[in-house]
């Protein structure tokens, strides 16, 4: 954790009684070990959250560990290709592929201790190693993605490793799946203290995105995600050139790339041929600890989009509302659950609806405001840190409810 910020510097942002809850649940974990493993130490929402809520179980004196798998381009290529398909698109998995995943599984598994009482491990990639879970530790499977509607031989593949966990969570109820573990529900958070949301001021601001040749003479409509089809970067595109026709305007498309998804280079590729040479088009391939930018890019902009046409949460509507601005998302996954149409934003379903609601908001500049205040309220109390913390601490006590509990 960032010097001088504690758990008791969240009393005065958090909802009232939150933080006294954090302690009375770590009281009763005291002691216990905690071990998360996933596929990226960057790049995309479960790094974010991870990096953020680690210090504070250790800080809280439940000795958590975070291990991070190492794969192949084989394995990475495979993975990516899971996380489609069980997003819902058609994919080719051959044979090679499902033996490279079991061989990444067990070579990661030699190496990595598991020695902990609850073990966290999130997403597909990592699945494999429920052989390893010691007798008495609780192991929970967290799926952080869109898997209504998976493609089945994935999923039945993945089955046959989940059915073996304690438990799973989903960030969303209609995520839940016919698996005969108990399932369990925790939406992600933002950690309103961090680089990436902390307040700035307008002259940071403004220093930390000089950089990138912004047009400062007329309002921005930001997007912040990793080039990923799913995000819909070129469908941003189309909706802001519909927009352009009336509104002057910027559009800034903002992304990197995570280690563990092979796409991001093709579609920042098909991006920037599609962007062609509108120079108030600004496409930003950011470094991963480009937080500080990403925070005064969310506040510089008037505007947020997070046009998903799939999505399992999506921490960057939550970022831009903690922001104070309105954000227009596809009504997908958890973009429909952060936003409340026509009160902390609007979600869309086409092109055409996105470029009707960007305009409706740039002509109405109090509605604007007002959205963008009850977006961040919204905000506060549903998806904070300290909510989530209070989420994983609750679970743990009822997952290790031994008799000393
Ligand atoms: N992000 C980032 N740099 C980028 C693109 C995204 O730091 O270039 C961050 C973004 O601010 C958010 C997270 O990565 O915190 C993305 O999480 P989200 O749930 O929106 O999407 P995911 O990438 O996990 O699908």
Same mark, same amino acid.
């Given at each position: 954790?960032?010097?001088?910020?504690?758990?008791?510097?969240?009393?005065?942002?958090?909802?009232?009684?939150?933080?006294?809850?954090?302690?009375?649940?770590?009281?009763?974990?005291?002691?216990?070990?905690?071990?998360?493993?996933?596929?990226?130490?960057?790049?995309?929402?479960?790094?974010?959250?991870?990096?953020?809520?680690?210090?504070?179980?250790?800080?809280?004196?439940?000795?958590?560990?975070?291990?991070?798998?190492?794969?192949?381009?084989?394995?990475?290529?495979?993975?990516?290709?899971?996380?489609?398909?069980?997003?819902?698109?058609?994919?080719?998995?051959?044979?090679?592929?499902?033996?490279?995943?079991?061989?990444?599984?067990?070579?990661?598994?030699?190496?990595?201790? =598991?020695?902990?009482?609850?073990?966290?491990?999130?997403?597909?990639?990592?699945?494999? =190693?429920?052989?390893?879970?010691?007798?008495?530790?609780?192991?929970?499977?967290?799926?952080?993605?869109?898997?209504?509607?998976?493609?089945?031989?994935?999923? /039945?593949?993945?089955?046959?490793?989940?059915?073996?966990?304690?438990?799973?969570?989903?960030?969303?109820?209609?995520?839940?799946?016919?698996?005969?573990?108990?399932?369990? *529900?925790?939406?992600?958070?933002?950690?309103?203290?961090?680089?990436?949301?902390? &307040?700035?001021?307008?002259?940071?601001?403004?220093? *930390?995105?000089?950089?990138? /040749?912004?047009?400062? +003479?007329?309002?921005?409509?930001?997007?912040? !995600?990793?080039?990923?089809?799913?995000?819909?970067?070129?469908?941003?595109?189309?909706?802001?050139?519909?927009?352009?026709?009336?509104?002057?305007?910027?559009?800034?498309?903002?992304?990197?790339?995570?280690?563990?998804?092979?796409?991001?280079?093709?579609?920042?590729?098909?991006? *920037?041929?599609? @962007?062609?040479? +509108?120079?108030?088009?600004?496409?930003?391939?950011?470094?991963?600890? @480009? /937080?500080?930018?990403?925070?005064?890019?969310?506040? @510089?902009?008037?505007?947020? *989009?997070?046009? !998903?046409?799939? &999505?399992?949460?999506?921490?960057?509507?939550?970022?831009?509302?903690?922001?104070?601005?309105?954000?227009?998302?596809?009504?997908?996954?958890?973009? @429909?659950?952060?936003?409340?149409?026509?009160?902390?934003?609007?979600?869309?379903? !086409?092109?055409?609806?996105?470029?009707?609601?960007?305009?409706?908001?740039?002509?109405?500049?109090?509605?604007?405001?007002?959205?963008?205040?009850?977006?961040?309220?919204?905000?506060?109390?549903?998806?904070?840190?300290?909510?989530?913390?209070?989420?994983?601490?609750?679970?743990?006590?009822?997952?290790?409810?031994?008799?000393?509990?």
């Amino acid at each position: 954790m960032a010097k001088n910020i504690t758990l008791d510097s969240y009393r005065e942002i958090a909802p009232r009684g939150t933080v006294e809850l954090i302690y009375h649940l770590a009281r009763r974990l005291k002691g216990k070990s905690m071990l998360h493993v996933n596929s990226t130490r960057f790049g995309g929402g479960v790094a974010e959250m991870l990096h953020r809520l680690i210090p504070f179980f250790n800080d809280l004196e439940i000795d958590t560990r975070w291990e991070v798998m190492e794969g192949t381009p084989l394995f990475y290529q495979t993975t990516k290709c899971f996380h489609n398909a069980l997003q819902g698109d058609s994919q080719v998995i051959t044979p090679e592929m499902f033996n490279e995943y079991k061989k990444v599984n067990h070579k990661n598994a030699r190496r990595i201790s =598991f020695d902990s009482d609850i073990a966290i491990i999130h997403d597909p990639q990592p699945a494999g =190693f429920i052989y390893k879970k010691p007798k008495k530790a609780k192991w929970l499977w967290r799926c952080h993605i869109d898997a209504s509607r998976p493609q089945r031989k994935v999923w /039945n593949f993945l089955k046959e490793y989940v059915s073996g966990y304690d438990g799973a969570i989903f960030s969303l109820p209609n995520f839940a799946q016919k698996i005969d573990i108990p399932q369990f *529900l925790m939406y992600p958070s933002i950690d309103p203290l961090s680089d990436k949301n902390r &307040e700035l001021t307008p002259q940071e601001v403004e220093t *930390l995105i000089s950089p990138y /040749n912004i047009p400062k +003479d007329k309002p921005m409509i930001l997007q912040v !995600s990793r080039f990923d089809r799913f995000k819909d970067p070129v469908g941003v595109i189309e909706a802001y050139k519909i927009v352009k026709k009336y509104n002057d305007c910027s559009l800034v498309l903002a992304g990197g790339s995570a280690t563990d998804d092979p796409e991001g280079a093709a579609v920042l590729n098909e991006v *920037l041929a599609y @962007a062609s040479k +509108d120079p108030d088009i600004i496409i930003l391939n950011l470094p991963p600890d @480009a /937080n500080l930018v990403i925070n005064a890019l969310q506040r @510089a902009a008037t505007v947020v *989009l997070q046009k !998903s046409v799939k &999505e399992g949460f999506g921490l960057t509507v939550a970022e831009a509302m903690w922001k104070g601005k309105p954000v227009i998302g596809g009504a997908v996954g958890g973009i @429909a659950v952060q936003i409340i149409y026509g009160v902390t934003g609007f979600t869309v379903n !086409s092109i055409e609806g996105c470029a009707y609601r960007i305009r409706y908001l740039l002509n109405n500049p109090e509605v604007l405001l007002d959205m963008g205040q009850k977006a961040k309220e919204y905000t506060r109390r549903n998806f904070l840190i300290t909510r989530h913390l209070c989420d994983y601490l609750g679970l743990m006590v009822h997952m290790l409810n031994d008799n000393q509990l």
